[in-house]
């Protein structure tokens, strides 16, 4: 038998379109002996980092893709009469390290020029422009040409089938699925029809065919819950007939969407190996793209008369330290000159520069600014910078604690600002580096478990005061994880024993109802699938990135409803190994207070007073 590598599949990330988990993927690839395995969520890199992380770990190949969404003018947003906004799925695939940087862009214009409603769309101008190194497909029987087949004919379709090749050349390949689909939109023609004619322009024009199954979920049976996932994001409930083809719930339904064994895909395809085979092709031929560097740091412009940052950074340090110290001793300048050792060997002067450049500003503009906090308060140099205002050697604070020169890691310093002139300062920070070069991080919301079991509970329409009296039974001690309660050997020994006895037989009924095989118990069962899945996105509190260049040349970018500025579509944890500066801008309502007190000093008395010298507890009073 042929061997087989999945390139066309959906994870939690494709937002409430996909219930299969990263590792699962991979876990399952690893045990049936696949080399490779291909992520296309629908119009988003949300999962690509995890993703690449997850398939080195597991020793099977990633590779990067997205199922974009296809439009004629992606900055059209206005529809009247009988005009629609007609999309079509197109599946790309990122062949290198280049492909991965074109792919990320087309990505992040998808949002930020072409989103409507809640599509990210893409059109043939840009696809042109960024088709280096992308691997393209015929796609699923959404895309642009099978679209064709079915209502526009073949003439149109091998145009379009040409136009494809024109752009990709031998990186165009044509995709085969078998789903079982029939009478397609009332067509009277089925998938296999499709396939045939595809078939045909894969032999006139010499291109090579490749089987795929749209993989949604990971096995068979999680085609109900996954069914039910969509509901969940359509607002629709499991018994309407109508809800198939609308929003995103599937126009067909059934259990063919999964991540089937290449043992199932080859009898899928007995009488078509090559397309099986002809997987490997695309295996062979993609490098497996680095997602992990080092820390970028925005480029810092140094004023005249300065050639290095080192020299910048110490002028301005000791500077600092003749406001800040009476007498500038032999120990205060060996321990500044043993900090600015460290920051020149570990390569962080600039990082340093830049933030004492936008906590300078922001004094300038009457924001007021934290005296600093957790290890950042140890460094004399930032003391003397004016990023903090604790001084480390009057308090005896280790600098190592910080920066340590025998394990190198990069400084975090946290700012705080009033919550009144954060934003201001956030502006300048654009404006100084670019809009293109800031962006907010983005937070990904997922279904916890009362509230699976809550939503669950509706799509199914059992009875209200069904879900509300097992979502109380379900003990709170236990609330963010079903899959302890039911794990087969029952409760967890270890927490049984941290639970009293109230919990224990609040547990054990809620096990008793979960075993059940009417109703509430297939709603726990299906709650118990869909918990941790990813549901919806935020904004992170206060981090900000800043980059050296356009940001989309690094990682991909969203937008977001209630922000101006772009979001990354890579969260905390992956845009800082993604080597990205990460800066957290604090809002403080107690900063506020205090610089409120100090104006009204001010104004009745004609006091100044330094903000850094008032207590809150004294504010509060004023």
């Known amino acids: 038998m042929p061997s087989f590598s999945h390139l066309h599949c959906h994870s939690q ?78 599946l790309l695939l990122a062949k290198n390290q280049k492909g991965y940087e074109n792919i990320s862009v087309l990505c992040s214009l998808g949002y930020t020029e072409g989103l409507y409603g809640k599509f990210p769309r893409i059109d043939k101008n840009i696809l042109k422009r960024f088709s280096e190194g992308l691997i393209a497909t015929s796609c699923c029987i959404g895309a642009e040409i099978p679209q064709a087949i079915l209502f526009k004919g073949e003439e149109e379709a091998e145009r379009l089938v040409k136009e494809y090749i024109e752009i990709f050349g031998e990186d165009f390949y044509i995709e085969l699925q078998r789903h079982g689909l029939e009478n397609i939109d009332g067509t009277g023609m089925s998938q296999e029809d499709v396939n045939q004619v595809l078939m045909k322009f894969a032999h006139k024009y010499d291109l090579n065919v490749i089987a795929t199954n749209d993989s949604h979920y990971m096995e068979e049976e999680d085609a109900m819950p996954h069914d039910i996932l969509l509901c969940i994001n359509t607002g629709s409930k499991i018994s309407d007939p109508k809800g198939y083809g609308k929003g995103m719930r599937f126009a067909f339904p059934n259990s063919e969407f999964y991540f089937k064994t290449q043992e199932e895909m080859g009898r899928l395809f007995a009488d078509i190996p090559e397309a099986l085979d002809n997987t490997n092709l695309i295996v062979d031929s993609v490098e497996t793209p680095k997602l992990t560097r080092d820390v970028l740091l925005p480029n810092y412009v140094l004023p ?254 969203t937008v977001a409803k209630d922000s101006e500025m772009v979001v990354t579509q890579f969260d905390n944890s992956a845009v800082e190994n993604a080597g990205l500066l990460k800066m957290d801008f604090l809002g403080l309502k107690t900063l506020t207070i205090i610089k409120d007190a100090v104006a009204i000093i001010k104004d009745k008395h004609g006091i100044e007073i330094n903000p850094d010298e008032i207590l809150l507890d004294d504010a509060k009073t004023l």
């Open 304 to 557: 005249s008369g300065f050639k290095t940052q080192d020299e910048y950074l110490k002028y301005l340090t000791f500077e600092g330290a003749k406001k800040r110290y009476p007498e500038l001793t032999i120990e205060i300048e060996e321990r500044l000159n043993f900090e600015l050792s460290v920051i020149a060997a570990s390569g962080y002067p600039g990082y340093f520069l830049i933030v004492q450049d936008f906590t300078s500003a922001a004094r300038t503009m009457n924001v007021s600014v934290g005296p600093g906090r957790g290890s950042a308060a140890g460094s004399a140099v930032a003391y003397c910078l004016g990023i903090t205002n604790v001084d480390p050697i009057a308090y005896d604070l280790l600098f190592e604690r910080f920066l340590n020169p025998e394990r190198v890691s990069m400084p975090d310093i946290d700012i705080d600002f009033d919550d009144e002139g954060r934003q201001r300062v956030i502006d300048y920070v654009i404006d100084k580096y670019g809009q293109k070069q800031v962006a907010q991080i983005i937070t990904y919301g997922s279904m916890a478990a009362r509230s699976s079991l809550r939503d669950v509970g509706r799509v199914l329409d059992v009875p209200l005061q069904e879900v509300d009296r097992v979502a109380k039974v379900f003990p709170k001690h236990l609330k963010a994880n079903l899959n302890k309660v039911l794990a087969p050997d029952g409760i967890n020994p270890k927490l049984k024993g941290e639970m009293n006895a109230d919990d224990v037989k609040l547990a054990e009924e809620f096990r008793k109802l979960a075993e059940g095989e009417d109703e509430i118990g297939k709603m726990i069962k299906t709650a118990k699938k869909l918990e941790g899945s990813v549901r919806n996105t935020g904004i992170h509190a206060c981090g900000v990135i800043i980059t050296p260049d356009d940001i989309t040349k690094y990682i991909p970018v």
């Open 13 to 90: 990330f494709s937002l409430l379109d996909g219930a299969a988990r990263i590792d699962d993927m991979f876990s399952k690839a690893k045990e049936d002996g696949m080399r490779a395995v291909a992520l296309t969520d629908h119009g988003n890199m949300f999962g690509a980092f995890k993703f690449v992380n997850s398939g080195l770990k597991h020793g099977v190949k990633p590779i990067v893709g997205c199922e974009f969404y296809m439009v004629a003018d992606r900055t059209r947003r206005s529809f009247v009469g009988d005009t629609k906004d007609k999309r079509y799925h197109q």
